[in-house]
């Protein structure tokens, strides 16, 4: 009896590690764990994932820029360009990024609050608060320079707002970069 309940609880005990440490198998329409992540490649299903569509010629009411930084220890983590957006396609969701320089672009025909929850839906990567994809550890969240303690996934994303997530190994001290330093075209 006491050795079926030790085989028991060492088998629940390294259950639980293997999920701390190791990855998860990606839910269909997302992106492997580990960073890099692409670009998703199917632009209108990601979107719809996320509660987005595509307003490419529509007239704006909301336009605004938020920077993105994600840290993997002292390592930073591309954000890629074209999440939610191709000019050949002539598609553009309410949010999506053009480059790798970490700049979430907010273009949408109507005002709401969109959040940091629906951009990683649209990519494609898992987020909450103690993980960034494949990457688990200890998540410390930045916002304006501030720390932030919540869903990661709430982060209003706001006009000229700068969003930074480290993830570390426990115990390890998170470093917030410096200021993102925006191009004269978003000052």
Do not use: C
């Not at 890099?36 to 632009?43: R, Y």
């Not at 569509?53 to 074209?82: F, K, Y």
């Amino acid at each position: 009896m006491v050795k079926s309940s030790v085989v028991g609880l060492a088998l629940a005990v390294l259950t639980v590690l293997a999920l701390l440490v190791g990855g998860t198998t990606p839910a269909a329409g997302t992106t492997r764990s580990a960073p890099p992540w692409p670009a998703p490649t199917d632009l209108s299903a990601r979107a719809e994932a996320a509660g987005l569509r595509n307003v490419w010629g529509e007239r704006l009411a909301e336009h605004v820029h938020t920077h993105l930084t994600i840290l993997d220890g002292d390592d930073p983590v591309t954000v890629p360009g074209n999440i939610g957006h191709s000019d050949a396609r002539r598609f553009a969701a309410q949010l999506h990024t053009h480059d790798t320089s970490g700049i979430l672009h907010v273009e949408s025909p109507t005002r709401r609050t969109f959040t940091l929850g629906e951009f990683f839906d649209e990519w494609g990567v898992p987020l909450s608060a103690w993980r960034v994809g494949g990457l688990r550890g200890e998540l410390t969240v930045w916002v304006d320079g501030r720390r932030f303690i919540g869903d990661p996934r709430s982060i209003a994303l706001t006009n000229r707002r700068e969003v930074v997530l480290s993830v570390t190994t426990i115990g390890e001290v998170p470093h917030l970069p410096a200021p993102f330093d925006w191009p004269p075209q978003y000052r």
